[in-house]
């Protein structure tokens, strides 16, 4: 009964829903082109038997940003999701949902939300992986075993948007720094690991190992638990602006890498040989920087808590930031993965339309589930049944 109440009045909000679905702009060309086919509810495998209702605290924290902003805002590239104005009616229908009504927050999402098949270049099938929120010792005072700094932005870190130069290399940036007027690159990982920064980078921890800290920079965010237990969240800050290289492409071209190729494997294998370690590990020229992190997760790309096994990393390129995704694909184990998630969080290795990293969680549980997953599977976007058809310009 509770349901069916809350459906009539979301039937009155949404009283003025296009009938058929509007299709969205095209995305930039960024590799395979992304193609929306719009499909019903009935066509989502797994959908009345997932837990809808336990997206809604992501989708809220994703609402309470959008609110936020000026209602003609555009929302993902060249306004595919919409203006900000357009999600005043599923963010107020999600807020008067009570926690645990699966059925009532199915019928919103069926009542204000169109879902569109993605494809990349005409194929539907993509990759999903895992992420986690790693954990490492750490010490507020370099001493004894702790002697490997955790470092906050530097001073003297700069970030371009090429788009405000260029409208055609829009969500493109370079980092670098500003020597004699010029803007030059910013040091690789082993340039930096080697004092390249020249005390210009204040440290915010010391830890003291560096397979389980490079660990924690591929990942983005992560914990450092004190010596006196207490544990200091740390959100990612800037990058040095380098190309991500992964450490399985390293280990795979030196041929060191057999067996198991998963993250639990190859970190096995780093911390058995901690003499290549270091060197494989500085292979991959991109370093994070850091910086505390005081709220209730650690924080997505779009600037909100991140929520376990409902938030997931997308290319921005083609996915809006802050939407609803349908995910269908396989655990780790085989078994069959169909929830809905919500795109909060980006990665350097996250690239194509049918592409998606599935936040885990943190501790050794989540990384058991992150580390091991690479499983294909498809992608569905949700967009709001009524979307500005004007462009809003993003600002």
Known sequence: MRALCGLVLLLLVSACAPFAPQEPPAAPSTGARMGLQPIGYDELPGWSEDSAADVLPALLRTCDRILRLPTDRSIGHDGIAGTAADWYAPCAAARRIAPGDD??????????????????????EGLFT????????GSKQRKGRFSIPVLGKPSDLVSVDLGRFRPEMKGEQIVGRVEAGRLLPYPSRKEIENGGLDGRA??????????????????GSGRVRLEDGSVLRLGVAGTNGHKFVGIGKVMRDEGVLSGDSSMPGIRAWLKDHPDQANDLLARNPRYIFYAINTGDGPLGT?????????????????????????????????????????????GAAIKGPVRGDLFWG????????AGRMKSPGRLVLFLPQVRTPRLALAR
């Open 302 to 346: 779009e600037g909100v808590a991140l929520t376990p096994e409902r938030s997931m990393a997308i290319d921005p390129r083609h996915i809006p930031l802050g939407a609803p995704v349908w995910v269908d694909t396989t655990t780790p184990d085989g078994k069959p993965l169909r929830r809905l998630m919500m795109a909060q969080d980006t």
């Open 103 to 124: 059925d009532a927050a199915r019928a919103m999402f069926e009542t204000l939300f169109q879902p569109w098949q993605v494809s990349a270049d005409g194929n539907t």
């Open 202 to 219: 204040p440290v915010l921890v010391w830890t003291d190992d560096l397979v389980d800290f490079a660990i924690m920079q591929i990942q």
């Open 130 to 137: 895992g992420y986690f929120e790693p954990e490492i010792a």
């Open 362 to 369: 943190s501790g050794a549980a989540a990384f058991a589930q």
